[in-house]
């Protein structure tokens, strides 16, 4: 093709982008302007008027996005008909709607992404458009198939032009989308129809993370209305990593998605510890729940000795046989704990108002004296219900639990372990310092538990508190505005309407929750979403998935990992294992095999580790070479280690992309393995590997994540002989990357 041919070309195309970029700005300059009416408008109630601004702050939200990279290609039909495919959908609406852009996840749009010489889906040539901020720079051409004589611009030996400066791009400080260059593999997996659970398992740098991104962001495209109003919840295994990826979503116009780590799923909980694998392993299995719930049992006691109550002037004495039968009784109604207290307590009433009354009416009243009786039995009632020793004797006997007063003390008390039959190993000195392994039980506590009646009803009265006082303030609003009942009793309508009005100040301010779907949903222990993501799902024990499922309860997952890294000793060994109870026949496995992170030289290391600790696995093949060897260097004491450190730091200074220092814990100036599960950096220097692979159970798999973090460079600096697996690194005199092999 001529230059002069290709600039031609490039100049239509960058009208037709600067025609969808003028079309984008005239539709936020309408959508701001709703935003803007919606904002200060006056018309239908405070509550009608705050759907409206909510509405239109997402479309502004959905349309700033799009100003990056707005349109990435064009498709050309055999029959001649041409396509833009783009971030998000424009509409010619003078030409009866007809599309100007396709969203990339319109179905139309799929050929962008999945024709290839063998099948080309009708697809002659696919154009990939390289810009720069508004500005289209230049463009490549596939042509497939033998579909007549290839045009003005065919370049089919630059197909993968887009996806290799993408790979090869220095990494940010977060996860970058991939809307641009989706590949088949990639595609075929978002767009999969699957009501079920979507298991995406591939290697180091195989896209797992941010194809189950954009996966939901198709969801939501074509299930809006199904999932946008409980959301999409994000599970990632540490909140640096869900820094890592938080951009991804919001730049494909979706927002209202949670991120927590599964330290986060009980809501205002602080972890301040960490456990043993053994004690970790211990509470993540199943079997923790038969501890659990003869720890509650536990606390459903019967009194050594009698416990005394005075009623009505008659001493009377709880016993361990009406004890006995109310929390027989209590037991068998099925309620959670909390609950049960009221059948309890209506039993342990009964028997006491019982003895009372045969005692007080002695030789007076019988039973056939219903009226009397009862009018008796209603005083002691009342009597009862005031009494501070009553309530202690029931405080005693069936307390009001919490899932923090249940474990805490449970966790302190060798005695209490053994009496619920619990490992000794989960004994620890501060019950209270949760660790992340104790929040799946605290969350099952709180069903084993329930609702604490008395409090719920405090909370009615607090709320109902609340509502009076923001009534009064609605009052004071309309005094303000000068629109006292004195002037509003000039006109009754007048008066119906504002007050109408001050009864919606009060909604808006209390009954109508204001906070977006995120807060809402991240502050409710009994939030249910749509759909959940959960991302290193290989670490997850039976508890976390426990938890989860209550989560969804329509089971709708997207599961993101690799199992040849799981680390945790109560991870999962086999999906079938912590599915198949909840999704029998419901779930599926899709593999990605293509490393798009990872380079060939490194990856070359890293399988060599794999196939001694994992023999079976596949290590995914990596679309490119970087053409920098990964080294190593052999150190002698801790200051000449420090030393290399620094030096490594100082090398990388100045140069694009990010870089880390990962090391096995307590080696100052290093990140630990688990820091850095699921991100990547541009370089990457490892220290001592013999102690992260000699450091418990996990250490190959460990050796194996630090590997594969680095997307250009690797070093490894050691002071122990290398391991074998490791032999394969270029021995180095510096500890930059840059220094003479030995």
Known sequence: MSTQGYETELRSEWAYVARLYARLDAER???????????????????????????????????????????????????????????????????????????????????????????????????????????????????????????????????????????????????????????????????????????????????????????VAYLLYTQRERIERHGVLVVGPNPAFLDHIGQVLPSLGESDVVFMT??????????????????????????????????????????????????????????????????????????????????????????????????????????????????????????????????????????????????????????????????????????????????????????????????????????????????EYAEKVLQMLNLDHEELDEDIGLAAEHLLYAEDLSYRFVEHDTRELVERAAADRD?????????????LSEMDWRVLMRHCPGRSFTVVGDLAQRRSAAGARSWATMLDPYVPGRWVHRSLTVNYRTPAEIMAVAAALLAEFAPGVVPPESVRACGVAPWSRRLGGDGELAAAVEQFVRGEVGRPGTSVVIGPAGVAGTVAVAETKGLEFDAVLVVEPERILAGGPSGAADLYVALTRATQRLGVLHRDPLPAALTGLTAMTGADGVAHPI
């Open 262 to 471: 599964t330290g986060d799923l009980v809501p205002g909980l602080r972890v301040t510890a960490e456990d043993a694998p053994d004690t970790a392993r211990l509470k993540g299995s199943l079997a923790v729940l038969d501890v659990l719930r003869v720890a509650v049992a536990d606390r459903q006691r019967l009194p050594e000795r009698p416990l005394p109550v005075e009623l009505g002037g008659i001493g009377l004495r709880i016993d361990a046989e009406t004890a006995q039968w109310a929390r027989e009784e209590a037991r068998a109604s099925g309620l959670p704990h909390n609950e049960a207290r009221a059948v309890f307590t209506e039993i342990v009433t009964y028997v006491l108002t019982e003895r009372a009354i045969g005692r007080i009416g002695q030789g007076w009243l019988t039973r056939s004296d219903r009226d009397a009786w009862e009018r008796l039995r209603a005083e002691l009632l009342t009597e009862l219900a005031g009494d501070e020793t009553f309530g202690a004797a029931l405080d005693q006997l069936w307390p009001i639990l919490t899932p923090e007063t249940v474990l805490g003390p449970l966790y302190a008390s060798r005695e209490q372990l053994r009496a619920a039959g619990a490992d000794p190993a989960l004994w620890r000195a501060e019950g209270t310092a949760w660790t992340v392994s104790d929040v799946p039980l605290l969350d099952e506590l709180v069903d084993l538990l329930g609702r604490d009646k008395a409090a719920d009803r405090a909370t009615e009265r607090a709320f109902t508190r609340e509502r009076q006082a923001q009534a």
């Open 29 to 215: 300059a309408r959508v701001q302007g709703e935003y803007n009416a919606a904002l200060g408008g006056t018309g239908g109630t405070l509550t009608e008027r705050d759907v409206q601004v909510r509405a239109s702050a997402k479309q502004v939200k959905r349309l700033r996005v799009a100003d990056s990279g707005l349109c990435f290609g064009r498709l050309e039909a055999v029959d001649g008909g041409r396509s833009y495919v783009g971030r998000i959908g424009i509409f010619d609406e003078q030409d009866g709607y007809a599309p100007l852009l396709l969203d990339w996840r319109a179905p139309a749009a799929r050929p962008f992404y999945t024709a290839t010489g063998a099948h080309p889906e009708d697809v002659r040539r696919r154009r990939q458009f390289h810009t720069r901020g508004r500005r289209l720079v230049d463009f490549t051409d596939e042509v497939f198939g033998s579909v007549g004589v290839p045009g003005p611009g065919d370049h089919a030996d630059r197909g993968d032009a887009a996806l290799l400066a993408a790979v090869n791009a220095p990494r940010g400080e977060g996860m970058r989308d991939i809307v641009a260059t989706i590949q088949a593999e990639q595609d075929e997996i978002i767009r999969l129809d699957h009501p079920g659970v979507l298991v995406i398992e591939g290697g180091p740098g195989t896209g797992k993370t941010v194809v189950a991104l954009h996966r």
């Open 527 to 539: 939030w249910t979403y749509r759909h959940v993501v959960v991302d290193e799902a290989q670490e």
